[in-house]
C-alpha cells in the first residue's frame, strides 16, 4: 500500500476520528488500518452515517402499527394505503452542503431523498422542503434562499416530480447554519417493495448510473462537523446533481425490478460505494469483495479511497440474479447508464477492497456498523422557562398587517411559484393551504403531505416542542380531510457534546414519541443533522416532522375557502397563550415564556371531530390554528376565499395567542356542528361569519386588499 | 383519433399526455421511444410532451431535435399530420425548425409554475377550433419567453398563427405569446400544459375542451 499518507494523529483527526475511537479500530483489526480503511472507518463511523450520539434515543421512537410496512433502517418508510398498495417517505438533511454551496446542496438532497424512495421500488409522487435561513437582514441570507430555492427546483422540476409543500423561517439563529430539509414520497405495490439485504453467496455486485469522480469525497465526514472560519475551503466536498441522470436512473431502476432481476438495492448517498457496499452485506450476513478497477469513473487515476468515500451523485448498488445479467444490461443500455459488475457477495464476513490486485482494504464487514461506536452522551434537561413577560394590549390591525406581512408568515407562492407543483397531473392541493394534496393516480384515493416544527417552542420546552410539532403536522392534515398515517422525523440539532444541546434532543425526541404514539402515525423513517453550529452558536432545536395523510376519496377533502354567509366555528380552547408566539416574535421583538403546552387527547378528539363533521356534511372550510393564532388563522381563509370575515372577541391573548388544539371552521349548519361538538363534550363556540370585503376582529377592521397587498409582498419585497 | 407521445429521456410529462390524450379518445396512445427511427402508421396526432429533454443540457430541445425520430416526426408535419408540442415540446419543435423564433429564459429568470389564463386567438385550426374565447392551463416552465424578429412576428400576425397569448405576460414573451402555429396550420407549439388542466380536481377542465375539441376538429374534418 504505497503512495499513501502514513497514518499519523493529525490525519486520524481530520478523518473526524477521536483517540477512543481509533483505539477501537486498532482493537477491532490488531494492526494500523490502511489509509483506505481509514477513510472506511471515518464514513461508517461519522455522525451522519452511524446515528452514534442519537441512536440510544431514537430507539425509544413508537415506529410500529398496523399500517406500517417497513418502520426506519431501511432507504424510506413504508405505509399501507390499501388495495394493496403503499406510500414510501423519508425526510433527509442537506444542511452542511446547502450552506456552503446553496444551489448544489439543495439540488442534491432533493436528489438523494428522491433516491431513497425508488431505490425502494416505488415511483416519486410528491416532495416537499423544509428551509431554515438566517434572519433577512443577514448579507447571506438573500444569496441563501435565492440559491437554495433556486437549486431545489432545479432538480425536482427536471426530475419531474410535484413539490406540493414545505416551510420557510427566518431566525438569527439560522445565520451561520441554513437548514434544508428534502422530503419525497412515492407510490409503490405493497408486495413489490425492494429492500437493502443481499441474499446468496457469489451473486453480482453490480454498480448503476453515474460514473465516480472525486465530488464529494469525505462529505459524510464533513456534514458532522461543526462550521469555522475555514469554510470555504470545504466546498470541494460538496457534490454536483444531475436530474436528467437521476431521471433515467429511476426510470431505469423501475424498469429493471420489474424484470425480476433484482435481488437487492441500495443508493449510493453518504459515503457512496463504502455505505451501500457495507449496508447490502451487513443486513444480508454476507461479506462484499468489490474490484475497484472495474468501477466507472470519469476522472483520471482515482485512489481506492478517493473511490470509497465519493459522493458523486445518482449511483446505485445492487445484487443482481446473475442469470438476468443480460436482460438487466440490456435495460440501462437503453438508458444510456453505466452498469459495471464491480464485485461479488462473499461467504465470510469481509469487506475486501481489491484495486488493480492488490488489496487496499480487508475488514471484517459486521463489525464496521455492528461495532460503530454509539454513545450515551451527557445531557441536561432544559429548564424551565420563565412565565411570558407582561404583554400590553396591541393594536390588532397593526399586528395584524405586521405578521400578515413578515418575512416568516407572507405568502410562501415566491418560493413554490419556483417549483413545479402540477407535474404528473394529479396535484389536487399545490402549496399554501395546510397539506399538499395527491392523486393516488388511477384510484380514487389522494395523499395529503405536510411539514411542520416550530423551533421557538422546543428551544423553550424541547418536550412539549416535539409535541407541538407532530400534533401541528397531524392538525394540518386533519384540517385537510385526511386520516394521519404516518410520520418521518428529520432532526436538526446544535452540537450534542454540549449537554445542554443533548437535552434539547432528548427532550424533543421523547415529546415526539409520545405525540406520534397518542395520534397514531408512528415514525417510518428519519434522519438526524448533528452539529448545526458556526463558531459555537447553534441553532434553534429543528425537529421537523413530515406527515402523510390518506383520503379515501376526494369527497373527503375539505376546502380552505370560505363562502359568503359561512358561520365561522372555533373548535378547542383558548387560554390566550402568549408565551413564543408569533405576536410576540414579530410586533415586539421577543422571544419569551414557555411554548404551549399540547393535549394530546384533545388534538386526537378534535382532530377526528373535523374529519366527521365535515364527513356529515357540515363542514364548508377549515383550517388549523397555529402561528399568529386565530387572528392569523381567519386572515388565512379570508385570503384563501377572497372574502372578508368577521370575528367576535377581544383582547391580544385571543386574537393571537396560540393555544394547540384549535380549528377554524366554515360552515352552512352551525346549530348541527356545535351540537355534534357538545354531544362529543368538546369546546366549541360560534365566534363569527364569512363576507364583505374586509378581516373584523371585534372593533378592528382591516381591508382584504391591504391584508392581500401585505401578503403577496412579503417576499418578493425582500427577495425578489 | 389516433395519437403517439414521444419520449425522450428527461421527458416527464409524457404521462401526463397520454392520459390527457387517451381521456378524450378512448383509446391509449402509442408510445413513441426517442430512438426509433419511423413511427407508427395511420397516425392522427404525434404529440411532443414537456420535462427536460436530455437535461435540457446545450440549450433547450437542442438535443431532442436532433434525435432519430425527429426525421419521421419533420416528414409527419410535412406531409400534413398534426403535432403538438406542449412546453418542452414547444422548444424541440422550434429547435427542429417546424415552427419559428425561440424561447429564451423567462424575463424574470426564475421558473415559474402556476395557473395561467390565456387569451385564444385564433380559432382557425384544428386544435383551437373548439375552444372558447379564453383558456385557463397550467404553465411551468423556466424558458418561456418567445422571441422572433419583427419580421417573423409580422408574418405571424398578418397569416393569424398566433394561437395563444398570456392574460398578464408571466415571461416576456414578444406579444404575449404563448403558442403558435405553423404555416399549413397543423403544428402547434405551446408552452401551457393543458393535459394538467383536465379533470375538476386538478383545478379546472378547459384541458379537457382543448383535447376534446381536437377529437372533434378531426371527426368533422
Same mark, same amino acid.
Given at each position: 500500500?504505497?503512495?499513501?499518507?502514513?497514518?499519523?494523529?493529525?490525519?486520524?483527526?481530520?478523518?473526524? !476520528?477521536?483517540?477512543?475511537?481509533?483505539?477501537?479500530?486498532?482493537?477491532?483489526?490488531?494492526?494500523?488500518?490502511?489509509?483506505?480503511?481509514? /477513510?472506511?472507518?471515518?464514513?461508517?463511523?461519522?455522525?451522519?452515517?452511524?446515528?452514534?450520539?442519537?441512536?440510544?434515543?431514537?430507539?425509544?421512537?413508537?415506529?410500529?402499527?398496523?399500517?406500517?410496512?417497513?418502520?426506519?433502517?431501511?432507504?424510506?418508510?413504508?405505509?399501507?394505503?390499501?388495495?394493496?398498495?403503499?406510500?414510501?417517505?423519508?425526510?433527509?438533511?442537506?444542511?452542511?452542503?446547502?450552506?456552503? @454551496?446553496?444551489?448544489? /446542496?439543495?439540488?442534491?438532497?432533493?436528489?438523494?431523498?428522491?433516491?431513497?424512495?425508488?431505490?425502494?421500488?416505488?415511483?416519486?409522487?410528491?416532495?416537499?422542503?423544509?428551509?431554515?435561513?438566517?434572519?433577512?437582514?443577514?448579507?447571506?441570507?438573500?444569496?441563501?434562499?435565492?440559491?437554495?430555492?433556486?437549486?431545489?427546483?432545479?432538480?425536482?422540476?427536471?426530475?419531474?416530480?410535484?413539490?406540493?409543500?414545505?416551510?420557510?423561517?427566518?431566525?438569527?439563529?439560522?445565520?451561520?447554519?441554513?437548514?434544508?430539509?428534502?422530503?419525497?414520497?412515492?407510490?409503490?405495490?405493497?408486495?413489490?417493495?425492494?429492500?437493502?439485504?443481499?441474499?446468496?453467496?457469489?451473486?453480482?455486485?453490480?454498480?448503476?448510473?453515474?460514473?465516480?469522480?472525486?465530488?464529494?469525497?469525505?462529505?459524510?465526514?464533513?456534514?458532522?462537523?461543526?462550521?469555522?472560519?475555514?469554510?470555504?475551503?470545504?466546498?470541494?466536498?460538496?457534490?454536483?446533481?444531475?436530474?436528467?441522470?437521476?431521471?433515467?436512473?429511476?426510470?431505469?431502476?423501475?424498469?429493471?425490478?420489474?424484470?425480476?432481476?433484482?435481488?437487492?438495492?441500495?443508493?449510493?448517498?453518504?459515503?457512496?460505494?463504502?455505505?451501500?457496499?457495507?449496508?447490502?452485506?451487513?443486513?444480508?450476513?454476507?461479506?462484499?469483495?468489490?474490484?475497484?478497477?472495474?468501477?466507472?469513473?470519469? @476522472?483520471?487515476?482515482?485512489?481506492?479511497?478517493?473511490?470509497?468515500?465519493?459522493?458523486?451523485?445518482?449511483?446505485?448498488?445492487?445484487?443482481?440474479?446473475?442469470?438476468? @445479467?443480460?436482460?438487466?444490461?440490456?435495460?440501462?443500455?437503453?438508458?444510456?447508464?453505466?452498469?459495471?459488475?464491480?464485485?461479488?457477495?462473499?461467504?465470510?464476513?469481509?469487506? !475486501?477492497?481489491?484495486?488493480?490486485?492488490?488489496?487496499?482494504?480487508?475488514?471484517?464487514?459486521?463489525?464496521?456498523?455492528?461495532?460503530?461506536?454509539?454513545?450515551?452522551?451527557?445531557?441536561? @434537561?432544559?429548564?424551565?422557562?420563565?412565565?411570558?413577560?407582561?404583554?400590553?394590549?396591541?393594536?390588532?390591525?397593526?399586528?395584524?398587517?405586521?405578521?400578515?406581512?413578515?418575512?416568516?408568515?407572507?405568502?410562501?407562492?415566491?418560493?413554490?411559484?419556483?417549483?413545479?407543483?402540477?407535474?404528473?397531473?394529479?396535484?389536487?392541493?399545490?402549496?399554501?393551504?395546510?397539506?399538499?394534496?395527491?392523486?393516488?393516480?388511477?384510484?380514487?384515493?389522494?395523499?395529503?403531505?405536510?411539514?411542520?416544527?416550530?423551533?421557538?417552542?422546543?428551544?423553550?420546552?424541547?418536550?412539549?416542542?416535539?409535541?407541538?410539532?407532530?400534533?401541528?403536522?397531524?392538525?394540518?392534515?386533519?384540517?385537510?380531510?385526511?386520516?394521519?398515517?404516518?410520520?418521518?422525523?428529520?432532526?436538526?440539532?446544535?452540537?450534542?457534546?454540549?449537554?445542554?444541546?443533548?437535552?434539547?434532543?432528548?427532550?424533543?425526541?421523547?415529546?415526539? /414519541?409520545?405525540?406520534?404514539?397518542?395520534?397514531?402515525?408512528?415514525?417510518?423513517?428519519?434522519?438526524?443533522?448533528?452539529?448545526?453550529?458556526?463558531?459555537?452558536?447553534?441553532?434553534?432545536?429543528?425537529?421537523?416532522?413530515?406527515?402523510?395523510?390518506?383520503?379515501?376519496?376526494?369527497?373527503?377533502?375539505?376546502?380552505?375557502?370560505?363562502?359568503?354567509?359561512?358561520?365561522?366555528?372555533?373548535?378547542?380552547?383558548?387560554?390566550?397563550?402568549?408565551?413564543?408566539?408569533?405576536?410576540?416574535?414579530?410586533?415586539?421583538?421577543?422571544?419569551?415564556?414557555?411554548?404551549?403546552?399540547?393535549?394530546?387527547?384533545?388534538?386526537?378528539?378534535?382532530?377526528?371531530?373535523?374529519?366527521?363533521?365535515?364527513?356529515?356534511?357540515?363542514?364548508?372550510?377549515?383550517?388549523?390554528?397555529?402561528?399568529?393564532?386565530?387572528?392569523?388563522?381567519?386572515?388565512?381563509?379570508?385570503?384563501?376565499?377572497?372574502?372578508?370575515?368577521?370575528?367576535?372577541?377581544?383582547?391580544?391573548?385571543?386574537?393571537? /395567542?396560540?393555544?394547540?388544539?384549535?380549528?377554524?371552521?366554515?360552515?352552512?349548519?352551525?346549530?348541527?356542528?356545535?351540537?355534534?361538538?357538545?354531544?362529543?363534550?368538546?369546546?366549541?363556540?360560534?365566534?363569527?361569519?364569512?363576507?364583505?370585503?374586509?378581516?373584523?376582529?371585534?372593533?378592528?377592521?382591516?381591508?382584504?386588499?391591504?391584508?392581500?397587498?401585505?401578503?403577496?409582498?412579503?417576499?418578493?419585497?425582500?427577495?425578489? | 383519433?389516433?395519437?403517439?407521445?414521444?419520449?425522450?429521456?428527461?421527458?416527464?410529462?409524457?404521462?401526463?399526455?397520454?392520459?390527457?390524450?387517451?381521456?378524450?379518445?378512448?383509446?391509449?396512445?402509442?408510445?413513441?421511444?426517442?430512438?426509433?427511427?419511423?413511427?407508427?402508421?395511420?397516425?392522427?396526432?404525434?404529440?411532443?410532451?414537456?420535462?427536460?429533454?436530455?437535461?435540457?443540457?446545450?440549450?433547450?430541445?437542442?438535443?431532442?431535435?436532433?434525435?432519430?425520430?425527429?426525421?419521421?416526426?419533420?416528414?409527419?408535419?410535412?406531409?400534413?399530420?398534426?403535432?403538438?408540442?406542449?412546453?418542452?415540446?414547444?422548444?424541440? !419543435?422550434?429547435?427542429?425548425?417546424?415552427?419559428?423564433?425561440?424561447?429564451?429564459?423567462?424575463?424574470?429568470?426564475?421558473?415559474?409554475?402556476?395557473?395561467?389564463?390565456?387569451?385564444?386567438?385564433?380559432?382557425?385550426?384544428?386544435?383551437?377550433?373548439?375552444?372558447?374565447?379564453?383558456?385557463?392551463?397550467?404553465?411551468?416552465?423556466?424558458?418561456?419567453?418567445?422571441?422572433?424578429?419583427?419580421?417573423?412576428?409580422?408574418?405571424?400576425?398578418?397569416?393569424?398563427?398566433?394561437?395563444?397569448?398570456?392574460?398578464?405576460?408571466?415571461?416576456?414573451?414578444?406579444?404575449?405569446?404563448?403558442?403558435?402555429?405553423?404555416?399549413?396550420?397543423r403544428v402547434l407549439g405551446m408552452m401551457p400544459h393543458p393535459e394538467r388542466m383536465n379533470d375538476p380536481a386538478l383545478g379546472g377542465t378547459d384541458g379537457e375542451r382543448f383535447f376534446n375539441g381536437l377529437v372533434g376538429a378531426l371527426e368533422t374534418a
Amino acid at each position: 500500500m504505497h503512495n499513501e499518507p502514513a497514518i499519523s494523529p493529525d490525519l486520524i483527526a481530520a478523518h473526524g !476520528l477521536n483517540a477512543e475511537e481509533y483505539q477501537r479500530i486498532l482493537d477491532l483489526i490488531g494492526r494500523e488500518p490502511s489509509f483506505t480503511e481509514l /477513510g472506511v472507518f471515518s464514513a461508517m463511523w461519522n455522525e451522519h452515517c452511524s446515528y452514534k450520539s442519537s441512536k440510544k434515543w431514537l430507539r425509544t421512537l413508537p415506529t410500529e402499527g398496523p399500517q406500517v410496512i417497513c418502520g426506519p433502517g431501511e432507504n424510506a418508510g413504508v405505509v399501507d394505503i390499501g388495495d394493496g398498495q403503499a406510500v414510501v417517505f423519508k425526510m433527509e438533511s442537506h444542511n452542511h452542503p446547502s450552506y456552503i @454551496e446553496p444551489y448544489q /446542496g439543495a439540488a442534491t438532497g432533493v436528489g438523494g431523498i428522491l433516491r431513497d424512495v425508488f431505490t425502494m421500488g416505488a415511483r416519486p409522487i410528491a416532495a416537499m422542503n423544509a428551509l431554515s435561513f438566517g434572519r433577512v437582514d443577514h448579507p447571506k441570507t438573500r444569496s441563501l434562499v435565492n440559491g437554495v430555492v433556486e437549486g431545489v427546483g432545479g432538480y425536482g422540476n427536471a426530475f419531474g416530480v410535484p413539490t406540493v409543500g414545505g416551510e420557510l423561517r427566518f431566525h438569527s439563529a439560522y445565520d451561520g447554519n441554513c437548514l434544508v430539509n428534502a422530503f419525497a414520497a412515492g407510490l409503490a405495490d405493497a408486495d413489490k417493495i425492494f429492500y437493502s439485504a443481499a441474499s446468496g453467496v457469489g451473486m453480482p455486485v453490480v454498480y448503476l448510473g453515474a460514473k465516480t469522480g472525486r465530488d464529494g469525497v469525505g462529505g459524510a465526514t464533513m456534514a458532522s462537523a461543526e462550521f469555522d472560519d475555514t469554510i470555504e475551503d470545504k466546498r470541494p466536498t460538496v457534490q454536483v446533481g444531475d436530474p436528467f441522470t437521476e431521471k433515467r436512473l429511476m426510470e431505469a431502476t423501475l424498469e429493471l425490478m420489474a424484470t425480476g432481476a433484482v435481488i437487492s438495492i441500495q443508493d449510493m448517498g453518504a459515503a457512496g460505494l463504502t455505505c451501500s457496499a457495507v449496508e447490502m452485506g451487513d443486513k444480508g450476513d454476507l461479506g462484499v469483495r468489490l474490484d475497484l478497477e472495474c468501477v466507472p469513473v470519469r @476522472e483520471e487515476n482515482m485512489t481506492a479511497y478517493e473511490m470509497m468515500l465519493s459522493e458523486s451523485q445518482e449511483r446505485m448498488l445492487m445484487v443482481l440474479r446473475p442469470e438476468k @445479467e443480460a436482460v438487466a444490461k440490456a435495460v440501462f443500455d437503453k438508458w444510456d447508464l453505466d452498469f459495471a459488475i464491480v464485485g461479488e457477495t462473499i461467504a465470510e464476513d469481509r469487506f !475486501l477492497i481489491m484495486h488493480n490486485g492488490e488489496v487496499k482494504a480487508d475488514l471484517p464487514l459486521k463489525a464496521l456498523s455492528g461495532t460503530a461506536p454509539e454513545y450515551d452522551r451527557p445531557w441536561v @434537561e432544559t429548564p424551565a422557562a420563565a412565565p411570558v413577560g407582561d404583554v400590553a394590549e396591541v393594536d390588532v390591525a397593526e399586528a395584524l398587517l405586521t405578521l400578515v406581512g413578515s418575512a416568516n408568515y407572507g405568502s410562501r407562492a415566491w418560493v413554490w411559484q419556483q417549483y413545479d407543483t402540477t407535474v404528473m397531473a394529479d396535484t389536487v392541493r399545490v402549496p399554501g393551504a395546510d397539506a399538499g394534496v395527491v392523486r393516488v393516480h388511477g384510484t380514487p384515493k389522494a395523499l395529503a403531505f405536510t411539514s411542520d416544527v416550530t423551533p421557538r417552542y422546543c428551544r423553550a420546552n424541547p418536550f412539549e416542542g416535539g409535541k407541538q410539532a407532530v400534533a401541528e403536522a397531524y392538525r394540518n392534515l386533519c384540517a385537510t380531510g385526511a386520516t394521519p398515517l404516518a410520520t418521518t422525523d428529520n432532526l436538526n440539532f446544535g452540537n450534542p457534546e454540549k449537554p445542554e444541546i443533548m437535552g434539547q434532543l432528548v427532550g424533543c425526541i421523547k415529546g415526539i /414519541g409520545e405525540a406520534v404514539a397518542a395520534l397514531d402515525m408512528p415514525i417510518v423513517s428519519g434522519n438526524v443533522s448533528l452539529y448545526n453550529e458556526t463558531d459555537g452558536s447553534g441553532i434553534l432545536p429543528t425537529p421537523t416532522i413530515g406527515a402523510v395523510g390518506l383520503l379515501p376519496t376526494l369527497d373527503a377533502l375539505i376546502a380552505t375557502a370560505p363562502t359568503d354567509g359561512d358561520t365561522l366555528v372555533l373548535i378547542g380552547e383558548t387560554t390566550g397563550h402568549l408565551g413564543q408566539s408569533a405576536l410576540l416574535a414579530e410586533l415586539l421583538n421577543r422571544e419569551d415564556g414557555d411554548a404551549p403546552t399540547v393535549n394530546l387527547t384533545a388534538e386526537r378528539a378534535h382532530g377526528e371531530l373535523v374529519r366527521a363533521a365535515h364527513a356529515a356534511g357540515l363542514v364548508s372550510a377549515a383550517h388549523d390554528l397555529s402561528d399568529g393564532g386565530l387572528a392569523l388563522a381567519a386572515t388565512d381563509m379570508a385570503l384563501a376565499g377572497n372574502i372578508g370575515v368577521t370575528l367576535d372577541g377581544s383582547g391580544t391573548g385571543w386574537w393571537f /395567542g396560540e393555544d394547540q388544539a384549535r380549528y377554524l371552521i366554515a360552515t352552512t349548519d352551525a346549530d348541527a356542528l356545535v351540537t355534534m361538538a357538545q354531544a362529543a363534550g368538546l369546546p366549541v363556540a360560534i365566534i363569527g361569519k364569512a363576507g364583505g370585503d374586509a378581516v373584523t376582529l371585534g372593533t378592528t377592521s382591516v381591508s382584504l386588499t391591504a391584508l392581500a397587498e401585505a401578503h403577496a409582498n412579503a417576499l418578493p419585497a425582500r427577495f425578489g | 383519433m389516433k395519437a403517439a407521445v414521444i419520449t425522450f429521456p428527461g421527458s416527464n410529462c409524457d404521462r401526463d399526455m397520454h392520459v390527457g390524450l387517451q381521456r378524450a379518445t378512448g383509446i391509449a396512445p402509442q408510445s413513441v421511444w426517442h430512438k426509433d427511427t419511423s413511427i407508427p402508421e395511420g397516425l392522427d396526432l404525434i404529440a411532443v410532451p414537456g420535462g427536460f429533454s436530455f437535461g435540457d443540457y446545450l440549450r433547450c430541445g437542442a438535443i431532442a431535435a436532433r434525435a432519430p425520430v425527429m426525421n419521421a416526426v419533420v416528414d409527419f408535419a410535412k406531409r400534413g399530420g398534426l403535432v403538438l408540442g406542449v412546453c418542452n415540446g414547444f422548444q424541440i !419543435l422550434i429547435e427542429a425548425g417546424l415552427l419559428p423564433g425561440a424561447l429564451m429564459r423567462n424575463a424574470g429568470l426564475k421558473y415559474v409554475c402556476k395557473a395561467q389564463t390565456l387569451r385564444v386567438a385564433t380559432h382557425d385550426s384544428a386544435f383551437t377550433a373548439g375552444l372558447g374565447d379564453t383558456a385557463t392551463y397550467a404553465i411551468a416552465h423556466h424558458d418561456g419567453n418567445y422571441i422572433a424578429d419583427d419580421e417573423e412576428l409580422a408574418r405571424l400576425m398578418g397569416e393569424d398563427r398566433i394561437a395563444f397569448t398570456y392574460e398578464g405576460n408571466p415571461n416576456g414573451s414578444q406579444m404575449d405569446i404563448a403558442g403558435i402555429l405553423s404555416e399549413n396550420r397543423r403544428v402547434l407549439g405551446m408552452m401551457p400544459h393543458p393535459e394538467r388542466m383536465n379533470d375538476p380536481a386538478l383545478g379546472g377542465t378547459d384541458g379537457e375542451r382543448f383535447f376534446n375539441g381536437l377529437v372533434g376538429a378531426l371527426e368533422t374534418a
